[in-house]
């Protein structure tokens, strides 16, 4: 048991003592029945005999009351409450509260307690003599009214200006006046208590009747003292901290009585009550305001007062450390350097890096006196702050950079003070190159971090010219960039914004100026590294290239056959396309795809010119044309299936565009779009078409087409049949040729020569394939007449070659439109390069000959037994190919000849193999007249070298 104790001596002692605060602490640990009994006896002590002092320990006791914050830390007190609670509870001493006070366990334990020191203050009111307890009174009553009674159920916390404000404030009035308690101590306890005056806060309210009871002593008080303190705060006597605190309680409780008034359901006596003493307060303030503006801060007091929060840790002190940050005036100087270099570890965040990073930007900039050595040692320790941060962090800092100063970063001001800074990216990025690999990217990237702030656009290009340049490295340093997100900083904002800044820098360093075309590779994948990031281990990394932004900078500008990027834009477009396939989300929408589609279209419809165009406007190859077909179907596919994505107007409104763009192009882009548009436009093809071929109506019309006149049926159908390989079977379905005609089907055939030998110089490798297998298709349904002539023939050959008639005709078909290509009417319809291009289709024709040939031989149905070898029959092939090559050798220029010559050793090379794999199928006298055929043919054969070559090869046989 706790032993009895005089309570007279124990309020002596903590009177004498000036231990108010400690009385409260203590008091406030009791538990609640005995905590309001050893109030009542405070109070009855207090009401006995009371003297000045007594007065002005209990108006100290009500003020801690109201400061008082539970401190779970303290160990004496925890001990304390332990103690008390354990052997106090049950004691029946204080078994039962006093009568007047009613517990209610839903009110915070306070609220009673101040209301008992209310009716304590009402008992001793006539023994409060002297100006300075009737200030303390009334600010003690207005602030236990304003905090406990009239404040929101959820206050909010007022700005750290603010309260910096209010701490400068009270500390200045206390070191203005010699009388207070606090004036001689040190200025880190001045502000712990500042602290504690002015951040009053509670968890519940006082009731209703102790409220109003409180505003009816209020209005008595400034009833019966108001004069006398107005004379007392007007005499000019100065500041004492009681008159300063009058004041400003009385002007906070005057704005929330306004607001309680204003909001709150009272009654008509309450609310008279209330009216009545918000009148009373706003005369007393209105001629005692000078105080408050009086009240004069000692210079730089703020300053330190911030300093000495942040040194301590005090409350809200990461808030002290923006405003630390952000004071220009309190920049540099000595106590402010020391605070941050003592405190470095406090400053480990992004806002707070930024701010400093500006405050010394703004102060070295304006302050030509702030020493150098200072600026560069803020500068070490911002950035050494900067390195602290994680990676997420970072970035915050580099979008502010960006934001405030753009792409030349610090740089853009600090640039005298970042000695070495060449040096450092020279380092880092030596060091890059040499050590590519994903062991060494976390301290690759924070390197780069480092950089990246103090100057990007220097930092970002190297590393963008890096990696197109430099082999291998361009995933390991896409890795590195896309580490920062923030580079996704875009310079110009508007309706029309310009773009990223990773854009931007890969624009102006890389872009139009490769090289080779391995750095060209390179950049293709750097773009599909920054557009789908590949996560590495422990480092957060984000896209920093969207496929729309992709498609609207570096494909969209430059889908001219003049312009030299034309293919590696193309191949940005099929990678970003085949990328991004299968994202939920319908991105394609956002780069307006119609306009895309157009362009596309613009791009085939050059080829239809191709050969007109001068060389210089020819960036794109003929095998060019087969990319773009695909892209243009790849991207319709894509379209069509998210057609619901747009609305039905907007969709055919954007159908009735794109054809009346196809309209001014050729024909056959418009052809290719046939499904596009099904279902809203017929499909328009020359006049000519409809001679002959049965089209419905229903789904073609005809339009008058310039170059297509009488007789150019067959033309528009052959061009028809290029565009793809199920329009092809279509239009020969729709065909009217009779087969029953002798004279039709010759006419035919002679047209289909004539036709072939216009569209062959425009087909790309892949239409020439079409038009390939359309031409064995008419063969099969003997629509096609080809007769074999015999003059590459000695004997009449007794074999059985009608497995291989369709490659003869083909061969002689060939032959016959090079003779008609090399004949003087066509000789200077193209130029070399038009040449060189139907040469490498030949070629590939005749190679797929070969194939097929080797085909039918090895496999076909004639090779099922020794009798039926048609080993002799391949030979006689092989010979005449080879003669049909050596024939179109001579009607064209050497220069041209090459990839022909290469294929007549490869017939050579075919002959060769069967001949000596077969030894039966050939007497000597047949082998050697055979040898001296070739020969003969060989002989005809310029430039020397080949002639030599082709008949030394034949002499092996």
């Not at 231990?19 to 009994?37: D, E």
């Not at 300093?307 to 808030?319: L, P, T, W, Y």
């Not at 220009?328 to 400053?347: E, G, M, P, T």
Request: charged fraction near 20%; proline fraction near 5%.
């Amino acid at each position: 048991m706790i032993p009895a104790i005089n309570h007279t001596v124990l309020f002596e002692l903590l009177k004498s003592l000036e231990a108010s605060g400690l009385f409260i602490q203590l008091l406030l640990a009791l538990p609640t029945a005995v905590c309001r009994a050893e109030l009542e006896r405070f109070l009855e002590h207090m009401a006995v005999d009371t003297s000045s002092k007594d007065v002005a320990f209990f108006l100290d006791v009500w003020w801690e009351m109201m400061k008082h914050k539970d401190d779970q830390q303290d160990p004496l007190l925890s001990q304390f409450r332990t103690m008390a609670h354990k052997y106090l509870s049950s004691s029946d001493e204080f078994s039962h509260p006093p009568k007047r006070f009613k517990s209610d366990p839903d009110v915070c334990p306070t609220m009673p307690l101040l209301a008992m020191l209310l009716a304590g203050l009402k008992q001793i009111r006539s023994r409060i003599l002297c100006p300075g307890m009737k200030c303390c009174t009334l600010a003690n009553l207005a602030d236990m009214l304003s905090v406990f009674a009239l404040a929101e159920d959820d206050p909010q916390e007022v700005s750290a200006t603010v309260y910096l404000d209010k701490l400068a404030t009270v500390i200045s009035v206390w070191n203005s006046d010699a009388r207070n308690p606090y004036h001689q101590q040190a200025l880190a306890e001045k502000v712990k208590e500042a602290e504690r005056d002015i951040s009053l806060t509670s968890l519940a309210r006082l009731p209703s009747e102790t409220t109003f009871v409180g505003f009816e002593f209020l209005r008595g008080l400034l009833r019966d003292w108001g004069e006398e303190l107005q004379a007392m705060l007007g005499s000019g006597q100065g500041t004492s901290y009681d008159s300063y605190r009058l004041c400003d309680s009385l002007t906070s409780f005057s704005q929330n009585l306004k607001l309680f008034l204003a909001t709150s359901s009272l009654s008509k006596e309450e609310r008279q009550v209330g009216s009545e003493l918000a009148e009373c307060v706003g005369a007393f303030l209105k001629s005692t305001n000078r105080v408050l503006g009086k009240k004069g801060f000692e210079k730089d007091i703020a300053a330190s007062i911030a300093m000495a929060i942040i040194e301590q840790k005090m409350d809200r002190h990461m808030e002290m450390c923006y405003i630390f940050a952000s004071e220009r005036k309190w920049a540099f100087s000595d106590a402010w350097l020391a605070c941050l270099v003592n405190n470095r570890a406090l400053f480990r965040e992004p806002g707070l890096v930024l701010k400093l990073l500006e405050t010394v930007t703004d102060v070295s900039t304006a302050d030509e006196a702030v020493p150098e050595a200072q600026v560069k040692q803020v500068i070490a320790l911002t950035l050494e702050c900067y390195a602290h941060l994680s990676l997420p962090d970072k970035n915050k800092v580099l979008s502010g950079v960006l934001l405030s100063w753009g792409r030349k970063g610090l740089s853009e001001k600090l640039l005298a003070h970042l000695e070495g800074f060449q040096e450092d990216l020279n380092t880092t990025f030596n060091q890059l190159a040499q050590s590519a690999s994903e062991q060494g990217l976390a301290k690759a990237v924070a390197s780069v971090a480092r950089l990246v702030i103090l100057h990007p656009e220097v930092t970002v290009k190297k590393l963008c010219g890096m990696a197109v340049v430099n082999l291998g490295t361009h995933r390991f340093l896409a890795q590195i960039l896309t580490a920062f997100p923030a580079l996704r900083f875009t310079e110009e904002q508007g309706p029309d914004p310009s773009p990223t800044f990773v854009v931007s820098c890969l624009k102006e360093t890389v872009w139009t100026k490769f090289s080779t075309p391995r750095e060209e590779k390179q950049f293709l994948e750097l773009l599909s590294c920054l557009a789908s990031p590949a996560k590495p281990q422990g480092i957060p990394v984000a896209a920093l290239l969207e496929p729309d932004e992709v498609l609207k900078e570096f494909v969209l500008p430059f889908l001219m056959l003049d312009v030299r990027e034309v293919d590696l834009s193309l191949r940005i477009l099929i990678q970003t396309l085949e990328a991004h396939a299968c994202l939920e989300d319908y991105w394609l929408q956002t780069c307006s795809p119609f306009p895309l589609i157009v362009s596309l279209c613009q791009l085939l419809d050059g080829f239809s010119k191709y050969w007109q165009l001068p060389r210089e406007k020819r960036c794109l190859p003929p095998d060019g044309k087969d990319l773009v077909i695909h892209i243009l179907e790849l991207l319709c596919e894509v379209v069509l299936a998210n057609a619901e994505t747009f609305s039905p107007d907007t969709w055919v409104k954007s159908l009735s565009w794109l054809h009346r763009k196809l309209e001014q192009l050729d024909w056959t882009v418009g052809l290719r779009l046939k499904g596009f548009f099904q279902g809203h436009f017929k499909c328009e093809v020359p006049a000519t078409l409809f001679e002959i071929c049965k089209l419905s109506e229903d789904e073609w019309t005809s339009q008058a087409h310039p170059g297509y006149g009488p007789g150019t049926g067959l033309l528009a159908w052959m061009e028809s049949c290029c565009t793809s390989s199920g329009i092809s079977e279509r239009m020969l379905a729709l065909l009217v040729v009779d087969v029953g005609n002798p004279e039709e089907v010759r006419l035919f055939s002679k047209g289909f020569l004539v036709a072939l030998v216009q569209v062959m110089p425009w087909c790309s490798p892949q239409e020439w394939q079409c038009l390939n297998q359309l031409t064995r298709r008419l063969l099969e349904k003997q629509l096609l007449h080809v007769p074999y002539s015999l003059e590459y023939i000695q004997f009449v050959p007794l074999l059985n070659l009608k497995p291989f008639a369709q490659e003869l005709q083909l061969s002689v078909l060939l032959l016959r439109a090079f003779q008609f290509l090399c004949s003087q009417s066509c000789r200077n319809w193209l130029p070399l390069e038009g040449w060189s291009h139907v040469v490498r289709l030949l070629c590939n024709s005749l190679t797929g000959l070969l194939d097929s040939v080797r085909l039918i031989q090895s496999v076909g149905p004639w090779a099922q037994g020794q009798e039926q070898d048609l080993s002799q029959e391949a030979l006689f092939f092989y010979t005449q190919v080879f003669c049909h090559v050596l024939h179109i050798m001579a009607m064209l220029h050497q220069e041209l000849c090459e990839p022909l010559y290469v294929l007549a050793l490869e017939i050579l090379t075919c002959y060769e193999t069967l001949s000596k794999t077969n030894p039966s199928v050939s007497s000597l006298l047949q082998k050697v007249n055979e040898q001296r055929f070739l020969k003969s043919i060989a002989e005809n054969i310029t430039p020397e070298e080949r002639r030599q070559t082709l008949l030394q090869k034949i002499s092996s046989f």
